[in-house]
């Protein structure tokens, strides 16, 4: 039903102008494009450092059914799933934040006929297009390790998009919540401990039953799950469920910084 009511009230073309007010910033000098290259270097680094060197301790895992990779290959799709989540995360917290807070952006946007909604959508997929620079370029670098095949790479590419989406819709649903850039320190914590506990660096069976109760719970549990099975051609009927849970969290997401933008700057 909300999917409904959002697709009722959405113009592409307004969408789209949302989206060009973001190029014609980008135009505006090379500072923020110092931001998103330097976006694609940490995920980089942390599967060269543990990935590849503590992998070289570590050997190869068992990744269900009697399967076994080397530790880099399975670190490899978690970190293809993190650079999805961080890139849309970025573009949708501080920045949506500032837009809306601060720079007064979006309602200088409401006052043409740009919607709400339009505005959301339209910052959501300027988000896609960051991610999709990350998760490009870092399937590059899997495909050029041999961590991952050309035709799993590609596969995997759409997965990381709907992880970005996902989180970059929950991101701008947060951001409508805050009150002041403090409060980011606690969505930078909660960000952190994702990476740390999500089946990122060791299979989440290793972890104690009630810990690994919550971590199948979290959304970059699922994230990585489904990006990883992709990326190293273990294709099953679990990865409908995790693309699910991401769906959902994505509509749910959108749907709520639509509202919230509409109560705030509209009221």
Same mark, same amino acid.
């Given at each position: 039903?909300?999917?409904?009511?959002?697709?009722? +009230?959405?113009?592409?073309?307004?969408?789209?102008?949302?989206?060009?007010?973001?190029?014609?910033?980008?135009?505006?000098?090379?500072?923020?494009?110092?931001?998103?290259?330097?976006?694609?270097?940490?995920?980089?680094?942390?599967?060269?450092?543990?990935?590849?060197?503590?992998?070289?301790?570590?050997?190869?895992?068992?990744?269900?059914?009697?399967?076994?990779?080397?530790?880099?290959?399975?670190?490899?799709?978690?970190?293809?799933?993190?650079?999805?989540?961080?890139?849309?995360?970025?573009? !949708?917290?501080?920045?949506?934040?500032?837009?809306?807070?601060?720079?007064?952006?979006?309602?200088?946007?409401?006052?043409?006929?740009?919607?709400?909604?339009?505005?959301?959508?339209?910052?959501?997929?300027? $988000?896609?297009?960051?991610?999709?620079?990350?998760?490009? $370029?870092?399937?590059?670098?899997?495909?050029?390790?041999?961590? /991952?095949?050309?035709?799993?790479?590609?596969?995997?590419?759409?997965?990381?998009?709907?992880?970005?989406?996902?989180? %970059?819709?929950?991101?701008?649903?947060?951001?409508?919540?805050? +009150?002041?850039?403090?409060?980011?320190?606690?969505?930078? /914590?909660?960000?952190?401990?994702?990476?740390?506990?999500? %089946? /990122?660096?060791?299979?989440?069976?290793?972890?104690?039953?009630?810990?690994?109760?919550?971590?199948?719970?979290?959304?970059?549990?699922?994230?990585?799950?489904?990006? +990883?099975?992709?990326?190293?051609?273990?294709?099953?009927?679990?990865?409908?469920?995790?693309? %699910?849970?991401?769906?959902?969290?994505?509509?749910?997401?959108?749907?709520?910084?639509?509202? +919230?933008?509409?109560? !705030?700057?509209? $009221?």
């Amino acid at each position: 039903m909300v999917s409904a009511m959002v697709a009722a +009230r959405l113009s592409p073309v307004r969408v789209g102008a949302v989206m060009g007010r973001n190029v014609g910033a980008l135009r505006s000098g090379p500072a923020y494009w110092l931001v998103v290259v330097s976006g694609f270097f940490e995920p980089v680094l942390y599967l060269l450092s543990i990935g590849v060197g503590v992998g070289a301790l570590v050997g190869r895992l068992e990744v269900g059914g009697g399967r076994v990779v080397d530790y880099a290959a399975f670190v490899a799709p978690a970190m293809l799933a993190v650079s999805a989540m961080s890139g849309a995360l970025a573009e !949708t917290t501080f920045n949506f934040f500032f837009k809306m807070k601060y720079a007064k952006t979006f309602e200088a946007i409401l006052a043409t006929p740009v919607r709400p909604v339009e505005i959301a959508v339209g910052e959501l997929a300027w $988000a896609l297009v960051r991610s999709a620079v990350y998760t490009g $370029a870092f399937l590059v670098v899997m495909v050029a390790m041999g961590l /991952t095949g050309g035709w799993w790479a590609l596969a995997a590419f759409p997965a990381a998009m709907l992880v970005a989406l996902a989180f %970059g819709g929950v991101g701008m649903a947060l951001s409508t919540l805050m +009150r002041g850039w403090q409060d980011f320190d606690l969505l930078g /914590t909660g960000q952190f401990a994702l990476f740390l506990f999500s %089946g /990122t660096f060791s299979p989440v069976s290793d972890y104690p039953a009630v810990m690994e109760a919550v971590v199948v719970a979290t959304p970059l549990f699922h994230a990585v799950e489904l990006v +990883r099975g992709l990326a190293i051609g273990q294709v099953g009927w679990g990865l409908v469920g995790h693309a %699910g849970y991401l769906v959902v969290m994505a509509v749910a997401g959108l749907a709520f910084a639509a509202r +919230r933008i509409q109560r !705030t700057l509209c $009221a």
